[in-house]
């Protein structure tokens, strides 16, 4: 390989998955610090659109705090395995996003320990603590935006109003946004935020935006869809059909669109805004039945409610859009199963290590290093 043009020998490299990226470097010196030239994380996203991503697994049973990845690329393949990743000693965490390689790490007790890590270089840092307020919820977003190339966590505290040992109405008490841009030594307010939103894994990261459902209201429309600009740092409502209005549904990235996954009767209905911020581009485009995955054989039906998954999750959650067509859903955090809408057709992924109880996340897996980024205010 020593006789190719370097060029020729990163557009190569470019086109493997991550896994195969981590044997090629323990090969011998000068193939680790070809694997380390920075040029190849950015050959390897222009790539992410034709290719398909990876799966992180959050494992919450049997052992918790403990992250697996799989390729999506190797799913037809026989004796197909989740591989578990060697995970830095830090507080029992949840994984707030995962954004362009990095995933967000949330410490799950204190809710204001945050790290942003790669699982594959297992590179990571702890980022500056922010405003700690007393009575609290907290919803977390992590994005990227393509123009500025610049990663943001938004924190936004909701101080909950009490009397005695009563709370109201989770909308009413007040809120305040801090925001970090990833390379920053300081949080910075953006004051109030007259919306509630709902916590991960509602938030959806499309077009340079995040995207929340917030919680019903007794007054006026019964949810809201909100989106938070990476880049100009300001909050938008975006407008939905009518029929989305008082219904209960999850957000997903489909494809590059975002799209509202609606539980019904027959199993699951999906809306997908063709259009970015067009209300008219909204059609209902898939329609996915019932089904039953043999990775719910086995009664967990109390391990699953003890679990920190139990809560907010839908019995199934639609992860992806796979380059064939095929649409990638997870049930009742304890199965994956790749769904066809041209036949219909359901095929359980079967997977050697998967862990009792998981939530899955998208990623897009690469070799950038934390540390390249710098301190920027903005």
């Given at each position: 390989?020593?006789?190719?043009?370097?060029?020729?020998?990163?557009?190569?490299?470019?086109?493997?998955?991550?896994?195969?990226?981590?044997?090629?470097?323990?090969?011998?010196?000068?193939?680790?610090?070809?694997?380390?030239?920075?040029?190849?994380?950015?050959?390897?996203?222009?790539?992410?659109?034709?290719?398909?991503?990876?799966?992180?697994?959050?494992?919450?049973?049997?052992?918790?705090?403990?992250?697996?990845?799989?390729?999506?690329?190797?799913?037809?393949?026989?004796?197909?395995?989740?591989?578990?990743?060697?995970?830095?000693?830090?507080?029992?965490?949840?994984?707030?996003?995962?954004?362009?390689?990095?995933?967000?790490?949330?410490?799950?007790?204190?809710?204001?320990?945050?790290?942003?890590?790669?699982?594959?270089?297992?590179?990571?840092?702890?980022?500056?603590?922010?405003?700690e307020f007393q009575t609290?919820?907290?919803?977390?977003?992590?994005?990227?935006?393509?123009?500025t190339n610049k990663y943001?966590?938004?924190?936004?505290?909701?101080?909950?109003?009490?009397?005695?040992?009563?709370?109201?109405?989770?909308?009413?008490?007040?809120?305040?946004?801090?925001?970090?841009?990833?390379?920053?030594?300081?949080?910075?307010?953006?004051?109030?935020?007259?919306?509630?939103?709902?916590?991960?894994?509602?938030?959806?990261?499309?077009?340079?935006?995040?995207?929340?459902?917030?919680?019903?209201?007794?007054?006026?429309p019964s949810r809201l869809?909100?989106?938070?600009?990476?880049?100009?740092?300001?909050?938008?409502?975006?407008?939905?059909?009518?029929?989305?209005?008082?219904?209960?549904?999850?957000?997903?990235?489909?494809?590059?669109?975002?799209?509202?996954?609606?539980?019904?009767?027959?199993?699951?209905?999906?809306?997908?805004?063709?259009?970015?911020?067009?209300?008219?581009?909204?059609?209902?485009?898939?329609?996915?039945?019932?089904?039953?995955?043999?990775?719910?054989?086995?009664?967990?039906?109390?391990?699953?409610?003890?679990?920190?998954?139990?809560?907010?999750?839908?019995?199934?959650?639609?992860?992806?859009?796979?380059?064939?067509?095929?649409?990638?859903?997870?049930?009742?955090?304890?199965?994956?199963?790749?769904?066809?809408?041209?036949?219909?057709?359901?095929?359980?992924?079967?997977?050697?290590?998967?862990?009792?109880?998981?939530?899955?996340?998208?990623?897009?897996?690469?070799?950038?290093?934390?540390?390249?980024?710098?301190?920027?205010?903005?």
């Amino acid at each position: 390989m020593e006789y190719l043009p370097q060029e020729i020998v990163l557009d190569i490299l470019s086109r493997l998955p991550v896994t195969s990226l981590l044997h090629f470097k323990l090969v011998c010196k000068a193939w680790l610090n070809t694997a380390q030239n920075p040029l190849l994380p950015s050959l390897q996203f222009s790539r992410m659109a034709k290719n398909d991503p990876c799966l992180i697994l959050h494992c919450d049973c049997p052992i918790r705090n403990q992250l697996y990845s799989f390729e999506l690329s190797s799913r037809d393949e026989d004796n197909q395995t989740v591989h578990q990743i060697r995970v830095p000693a830090l507080p029992e965490f949840d994984v707030v996003g995962s954004c362009k390689g990095l995933l967000c790490l949330c410490d799950s007790s204190t809710k204001n320990r945050l790290y942003v890590y790669n699982p594959f270089t297992r590179n990571y840092v702890e980022l500056p603590k922010s405003t700690e307020f007393q009575t609290q919820d907290v919803v977390f977003g992590f994005g990227f935006h393509p123009t500025t190339n610049k990663y943001k966590v938004v924190k936004i505290d909701y101080c909950r109003k009490t009397h005695g040992n009563h709370r109201y109405y989770r909308g009413y008490g007040k809120s305040e946004v801090q925001i970090l841009t990833l390379g920053s030594q300081e949080w910075r307010s953006l004051g109030q935020v007259n919306y509630h939103m709902l916590e991960a894994p509602s938030q959806v990261l499309v077009n340079g935006r995040l995207h929340w459902c917030t919680w019903p209201r007794y007054h006026g429309p019964s949810r809201l869809l909100i989106s938070f600009d990476i880049a100009d740092e300001q909050f938008r409502v975006v407008e939905k059909p009518d029929e989305l209005h008082r219904i209960h549904y999850d957000l997903v990235n489909l494809g590059g669109c975002l799209s509202a996954a609606v539980p019904c009767s027959s199993g699951k209905e999906i809306w997908v805004m063709k259009e970015y911020d067009v209300k008219e581009s909204w059609i209902k485009e898939y329609n996915i039945g019932i089904h039953v995955p043999r990775g719910l054989e086995q009664d967990l039906s109390q391990s699953f409610r003890d679990s920190k998954f139990f809560r907010n999750r839908s019995f199934v959650r639609v992860l992806c859009l796979l380059k064939n067509g095929e649409i990638l859903l997870e049930y009742k955090c304890r199965a994956l199963v790749s769904y066809n809408p041209r036949n219909e057709m359901f095929k359980d992924l079967l997977l050697h290590g998967t862990p009792n109880l998981f939530e899955a996340s998208v990623h897009e897996g690469s070799l950038s290093w934390i540390d390249s980024f710098s301190d920027n205010d903005k």
